[in-house]
């Protein structure tokens, strides 16, 4: 508490300070790091099982560790697992890293066990984890730094899926409900930094882990502050309250990079935004055309919306160069790229000419769903594409509502045509692909928010096919045919990916992550 | 005063000594500098929100009007169309002064709309409430106790949260959350009229009830509810523009005052100045002036205060 | 006086229940809360399950009936996001935002009296008039105007204060405080400011009025005429005989203080209940939207009482017969 107490003043003199002290040592670590760093989101909970939400999977990622992480560029790279392999279509057997707890015990395949079934045992789970270990039916203990994990179906997903779950200490948490785990005692992982106390809505502190097995942490201790206000977590960093930000307010981005006392960094993630047009429905509620009919049944009409959105104009007029225009379902490197979707150019005439051949010389009626507090400059980008279509006649309307109200009024079917977001967990446009456009299916759990009522069998054939090929180069060329039938089709409008910033102080290092997630290691002293 | 003719309120004083009493009053209002220069700024603001679709230079609703390749201009910048932006352009490229009128007219309109519904209703109960008593004025005050102790800002902020967004769902909303002000008010004032002696007599006529409630005792006690409407008025404003800061409220394509100054308020920190503080003016001048008005008005209509 | 109390009581009950089901079904009204909380990846069956969890697949008068049951019981009901008790939850904002209301509330007794006093006092000289112009812009200005204008100001242009959130707490007697730092004073400030600003304008106008209508009391000039001193005479009398409007005014006021730190905390990111009911309401967290909405009820049904009980000990004129007049 005293520590927290001191002045910002005198923090920046010891920074200073510590500048200096740096230039003349020969290790940066000599001096007291201190990251306090501002999230833009409150995480709901300390325990890394309870809640699959994003802001809490971000700050348990600085105490505890998976099997398999995500790189900076979303490849899946061994973490507490140093290999695995498949020993037939439905097993694999993972190889263990030889960690310490943060309590001094060592880590083991025991804990591995009890990490992966622990999430299916939490009740009160407001967005369980069991998504990830569902394909699980058994794991095996072969010995204290192998375990043998066997899936239900053949699932190639599996690594990917295990850079969810976190492992804890079984011993730390066994019994242990997430109301109680907030405390030293139980926040045991494996991790860098070691829990120190947690304020909700406020704060988290934590300090370096010694024993952590990659070596000695960056920071002497680490404070994340949630501030989910813009404003308040922009002048925070200009005051010196918090030395590095996530989430900079895109009309700041400008003035951050030009300040010489503060850092920016910028990177392309795998959010994709885009739009649902209702493609299913004879009569849609949100749109209004003189012959009666819904003209999003027509693809050339959801091919002129295309046509008709200045995606280059969104992105440097509202998005400070941070949406990345795509006709792609995935970023270049993820798995179901196709380099042949190139990016629609801006066409208004063109748009025009589409709309005439369907029928509609005139145009018609539309209102554009988008969410208000969801995405990068939702509502705004939102406007800015109703301006874009009323340019070729379709006079377009934009309904504006929080998210929590988006999702019931999609799911009820109440929109026409919608703008969203989907963070692609699993670094391939699969689930994306499963979720969004696929046929409604309860029992394979397939199109969940498919609010486009987008159904093609040839879509579901392709996807039946390509959710149990365990060959990856054979399952990218399916799922490229894929992305490419969705695309054609125009079952959704890809719009562009989604940038995520960082900044911090002056002699601070960012390094930039596509998967949004930021934690303590997103950041460095300069050496 | 002793004559009873059904046509005309009985009222007190009698009409022609009353349209004396009305200039007095008026000229009471403007003798204080205050509430003067109140008064004209107000007239101007309403006359400028009135007039926005004939004066404004661009119609901010309309999208065919606007460009997005136009926004975040600093003010007195050419747009793409050739005119000048004197307030500078918004985020999605509206004229700000454009904007501004608009939005004032929103704003205006809410408060306006909200306060002259609540309180019609609010009259009607409150006059209804006293007339009636008994059991059923007790119920009806307990209502207007409850209500009144819940802050408004709660009580707007559910109901809007509920319904969605709209310019009729606030305006609803405003006027859940005003009607037993005026309600209190107007019970207040009626019970004093109902023991005064022209009742009696207009009971003893056998007028008609509603004739008695609507002819007579309401426009007796219309000065309170005069001074409590202007009032209102300004916080009706504030608090739809407090609403659309906090998220809910006007939908984003027809901006209010408070919603302009609230999506402007990112572009702040920035250096972008315009958006926010321009309508913040305007929502400043509007509220203060409504209320100095209605300060003055106060002290006017009651007869304790005039000097 | 007890026949009485006891109907004071009936009624607040009364009160509360009404609450509790208008609170309920406008509250059920937002939107589901598993669309909304489920993991974008989560299939039909886990939205099902999560359904099961929370109690949601059950219709709505069952619903409401356990609702109404558990409430009997103290118990509103576990967040969904948090994971356990929402009293729990709001429990623990609860100070934060109390030591926000405390403090603007001294902050408005503080500038108000003095402000109106002095206006009462030369209600014709300049000081006068400026203090009651000024104080008409205090209460017109929207708060979340005044709070976005003292942020740019003392946060962002000077660099003075932080622009929002919370300082280091101490825990005393079970409650997590923030007035025994420098810093949690730096962090206080400006909030308490803003949401003090209204109360004051409406001080100073009750300052004023009460004065001016006291200094012309014949006591008071008997005092003037015994040749004591101004400054003895407002001590003593004047500001005597006008703390018992003013504390009662003030009194009421302090539950709409409460609700208005639901704007002030969203302006100053003040990590209080009143930030909590927003978050909630985006969440759609229900049990705490209602929790918060049942434990305000009951801080103004408690206000209430006070305020009604105090007059009647303050002044003995105060009949005790009911409602009417």
Not at chain 1, 79 to 90: Q, Y
Not at chain 1, 448 to 456: A, I
Not at chain 3, 24 to 37: E, I, K, N, Y
Request: glycine share 6%; charged share 15%.
């Amino acid at each position: 508490m005293q520590a927290a107490a001191k002045s910002p003043r005198l923090s920046i003199r010891r920074f200073t300070t510590a500048l200096v002290l740096t230039a003349l040592l020969p290790t940066a670590s000599a001096w007291a790091a201190e990251l306090k760093l501002a999230y833009s989101s409150s995480a709901t909970s300390m325990d890394p099982h309870f809640h699959n939400a994003s802001q809490n999977i971000a700050v348990a990622r600085n105490m505890f560790e998976t099997l398999t992480q995500m790189d900076p560029d979303s490849r899946i790279v061994p973490d507490l697992a140093e290999s695995w392999k498949k020993i037939n279509d439905t097993t694999w057997e993972f190889k263990l890293r030889k960690a310490k707890f943060q309590d001094g015990s060592d880590f083991t395949a025991e804990d591995v066990a009890f990490s992966l079934a622990r999430p299916g045992t939490i009740e009160n789970s407001p967005s369980s984890f069991k998504i990830y270990t569902g394909s699980i039916t058994k794991t095996e203990i072969i010995d204290p730094q192998t375990i043998r994990i066997t899936t239900s179906t053949p699932y190639p997903l599996l690594p990917a899926d295990l850079t969810s779950i976190f492992m804890v200490s079984k011993k730390a948490s066994q019994g242990v409900t997430s109301d109680k785990f907030a405390t030293p005692e139980h926040m045991i992982g494996t991790g860098p930094y070691q829990f120190v106390s947690y304020t909700p809505d406020d704060r988290v502190v934590m300090k370096r882990f010694d024993g952590f097995w990659g070596g000695k942490p960056a920071w002497d201790s680490v404070t994340i502050r949630f501030m989910p206000n813009d404003g308040a977590r922009m002048t925070a960093l200009l005051s010196g309250d918090v030395n590095a930000i996530e989430n900079v307010p895109t009309p700041d981005i400008e003035k951050v990079k030009a300040n010489p006392d503060l850092v920016y960094a910028a990177k392309k993630s795998h959010r994709l935004i885009f739009l649902f047009l209702d493609s299913g429905r004879e009569s849609s509620p949100g749109v209004k055309a003189d012959n009666g009919k819904n003209p999003l049944q027509d693809v050339r009409v959801r091919r002129a919306i295309n046509m008709a959105i200045d995606r280059k104009a969104i992105s440097e007029r509202l998005m400070m160069g941070l949406a990345y225009p795509t006709n792609n379902l995935a970023t270049d490197q993820m798995m179901g790229f196709d380099p042949t979707l190139e990016t629609v150019p801006y066409n208004p005439e063109g748009a025009k000419k589409l709309l005439a051949e369907a029928g509609y010389p005139n145009g018609f009626a539309l209102t554009l769903g988008t969410p208000n507090n969801r995405l990068l400059n939702d509502a705004r980008v939102a406007q800015a594409i109703a301006q874009m279509l009323t340019r070729v006649n379709i006079k377009t309307d934009v309904d504006a509502v929080p998210f929590s109200a988006i999702n019931t009024k999609g799911n009820k079917g109440e929109f026409s045509a919608v703008m969203m977001g989907w963070g692609v967990q699993t670094a391939e446009a699969s689930s994306g692909i499963r979720m969004m456009v696929a046929c409604p299916d309860k029992a394979r759990g397939w199109g969940v928010v498919n609010w486009s009522n987008y159904c093609n069998p040839k879509l579901t054939e392709q996807l039946i096919a390509l959710t149990s090929e365990m060959d990856d180069a054979k399952r990218n060329d399916m799922l490229k045919a894929a992305v490419h039938t969705v695309v054609d089709d125009m079952a959704i409008v890809p719009l562009y990916f989604q940038g995520m910033t960082w900044a911090a102080k002056k002699g601070i290092k960012i390094i930039p992550r596509m998967d949004e997630r930021t934690s303590a290691f997103t950041f460095e002293p300069a050496p | 005063m002793s004559e009873i003719t059904p046509t005309t309120p009985l009222t007190l004083p009698p009409v022609a000594k009353g349209e004396r009493l009305l200039l007095r009053q008026v000229r009471d209002l403007v003798a204080s500098p205050e509430a003067a220069i109140g008064l004209a700024v107000l007239i101007t603001l309403v006359a400028i929100a009135l007039l926005a679709p004939l004066i404004a230079p661009q119609n901010p609703y309309d999208l065919m009007q606007l460009d997005i390749m136009d926004n975040m201009l600093p003010p007195g910048s050419a747009l793409g169309n050739g005119a000048t932006a004197w307030l500078g352009t918004d985020d999605q490229g509206r004229d700000m002064l454009s904007t501004i009128m608009y939005g004032m007219r929103v704003s205006l309109g809410v408060g306006i709309a909200s306060v002259l519904i609540a309180s019609v209703i609010g009259a009607l109960i409150g006059v209804l409430s006293a007339y009636i008593g008994g059991r059923f004025d007790a119920l009806i005050m307990r209502i207007v106790d409850l209500q009144l102790s819940f802050p408004s800002i709660l009580i707007a902020l559910v109901l809007l949260t509920v319904f969605g967004r709209g310019l009729d769902k606030v305006v609803l909303s405003l006027v859940f959350v005003q009607w037993a002000y005026y309600a209190r008010t107007v019970r207040a004032s009626a019970l004093v009229e109902k023991n005064k002696d022209y009742i009696a007599a207009a009971r003893c006529l056998e007028m008609p009830q509603w004739r008695i409630l609507v002819r007579h005792m309401l426009p007796n006690c219309i000065p309170p509810l005069i001074v409590v409407s202007t009032v209102q008025v300004a916080h009706a404003i504030t608090l739809e523009s407090t609403l659309s800061y906090l998220g809910v409220g006007v939908p984003v394509t027809q901006p209010s005052l408070g919603m302009l100054i609230a999506t402007g308020y990112s572009f702040l920190l920035s250096g972008n100045y315009w958006i926010s503080t321009y309508p913040g003016i305007a929502l400043v001048l509007i509220v203060v002036s409504i209320n100095l008005v209605g300060d003055r008005l106060r002290a006017v209509l009651n007869p304790r205060f005039t000097h | 006086m007890i026949a009485y109390l006891i109907r004071r009581l009936g009624q607040s009950v009364l009160v509360l229940f009404t609450m509790a089901v208008l609170v309920f079904f406008a509250v059920f009204a937002l939107g589901s809360p598993v669309d909304m909380l489920a993991s974008p990846d989560a299939d039909q069956a886990e939205r099902a399950a999560l359904a099961v969890r929370f109690g949601l697949d059950k219709s709505l008068p069952v619903q409401f009936a356990t609702f109404i049951g558990n409430a009997l019981h103290g118990d509103l009901g576990a967040s969904f996001v948090y994971g356990k008790s929402a009293l729990a939850v709001i429990g623990e904002r609860l100070p934060a935002t109390i030591e926000l209301a405390v403090l603007a509330l001294v902050f408005s007794v503080l500038i108000g009296v003095p402000l109106g006093v002095i206006a009462g006092l030369r209600p014709n000289s300049i000081a006068g008039r400026a203090i009651m112009s000024t104080s008409i812009f205090g209460f017109s200005l929207p708060n979340f105007w005044i709070g976005l204008m003292l942020i740019l100001f003392f946060a962002v242009y000077l660099g003075w204060l932080p622009a929002g959130g919370r300082g280091p707490t101490t825990n005393v007697l079970g409650m997590e405080l923030s007035i025994f730092s420098v810093e949690g004073w730096r962090h206080l400030i400006l909030p308490a400011l803003t949401l003090a600003l209204y109360k004051a304008s409406l001080v100073v106008r009750l300052c004023e009025a009460g004065t001016r209508e006291i200094i012309t009391q014949e006591y008071i000039r008997f005092a003037r005429a015994k040749g004591l001193s101004r400054f003895r005479i407002i001590r003593l009398h004047l500001l005597k005989n006008m703390m018992i409007p003013v504390v009662t005014i003030l009194g009421m006021e302090f539950g709409a203080m409460i609700a208005f730190t639901v704007v002030i905390e969203t302006v100053f990111a003040y990590p209080g209940m009143g930030k909590l009911l927003i978050e909630s309401i985006n969440r759609l967290d229900r049990p705490v939207v209602v929790a918060y909405l049942m434990v305000t009820t009951v801080i103004f049904v408690v206000i209430n009482l006070i305020v009604d009980f105090l007059y009647v000990a303050l002044d003995p004129r105060v009949r005790l017969s009911g409602p009417n007049e």
